[in-house]
């Protein structure tokens, strides 16, 4: 997928759960009912009241079966009358999750979403698609680092029993499970009341966003092109110029200087791939390996592991050779792998040597 098809997928998700999110908090506002469903060992399901209307004040909690992913037990008119329109908190027991810890950078928070559905079929045997998911609040660790807990199961599994309960005429089912910590973490919402109020939200925050960003995206645009065209005209005064030291040197080298002059200035103007990688080799620490190098026009692209990725940065930086070094993709560290996995771009520059 393109970068802007990325950019447009994170903005999707992130509209869809803050419309959810306000959707669920005004009906809870406006006193909806709400039900607490929490699943046994046996496999069975505990409805209990949560907030009551006053016709419901008296009712008990009731137990109930299910049986591939379906309801098995009746229920009661009473308990059938409280569910229509009721927001439903379904807690499953952990046994149907798996959890996965996972240790990145702290700088990868921001990216969270992206870098665990990418990973997500890695870490799982489900596919993104075929997989919900959530992960605990990530807490720091040692060397800039975060830690979290990715809790994951089968969407078939636990969709057929939220519309099992909305079947039943629930408004609203949120599903949740409990973490070897014994933390409560939500993995899954499904709705089908409050459907217009949520694309409503959704519409509201596009046009927020749109409204907001279009005057952004003009200023980043003109921002870049202003910039491109500062960086083309400079590049072009410095051929011009190393195309004049040229000709002067080969007016005072004689006959024979033309030929000599144009390997010169070939060799002051191309980047060296062999040139590139002996450098490399000299600069990098013994704790950083480079499993893949790309060299494109003054372009540099390395991907590899290494014990600390942001010196990398300073390294390439202090090397007379490379300039404008940074990541062009986050740091990961999987829990099968000894280092982190960097992605580091930066300028190669086009003398090597003495500028013989």
Known sequence: MSIPGQIA??????????????SARLERARGAQQIAISEDEEGA?????????????????????????AISTPLSPEWSAAMKGAIVDLALRPSRFVFRPLELPGR???????????????LTPWSPAEAVFHWTPPQPIADDHVELTVVA??????????QALLDLGATAVDIS??????????????????????????????????????PAILSIGLGGIVTDSYDAEQQQIQRRIAERRAIARGSQGGPGGSAIELLARRKQTMPSAVM???????????HT???????????????????DAPSLIEILERSPHFASAGFFAPTTRAANESGERFHIETRIKPQFGSGT
Not at 9 to 22: G, H, K, P, Q
């Open 153 to 162: 199961t089968a969407r078939a599994a636990v969709t057929s029993l939220s």
């Open 276 to 286: 590139v990688l002996e450098e490399l080799s000299g600069i990098l620490p013994d």
């Open 289 to 307: 390996y480079a499993t893949e190098l790309r060299i494109e026009g003054d372009k540099l692209q390395i991907t590899g592991l290494t014990h």
């Open 177 to 214: 499970t409990a973490t070897p910590g014994m933390e409560r973490i939500a993995v899954h919402h499904q709705r089908i009341g409050g459907q217009t109020g949520s694309s409503r939200l959704r519409f509201a925050l596009i046009a927020v966003l749109a409204i907001a960003g279009v």
């Open 108 to 122: 990868a928070v921001e990216f969270l979403d992206g870098i665990i559905r990418a990973q997500i079929d890695r």
């Open 9 to 22: 997928a994170a903005l999707s998700l992130w509209i869809d759960s803050v419309a959810n999110t306000v």
């Open 45 to 69: 399901l505990t409805l209990r009241l949560v907030s009551k209307a006053s016709k419901d004040a008296d009712l008990p909690p009731v137990r109930i079966g299910i049986v591939d992913g």
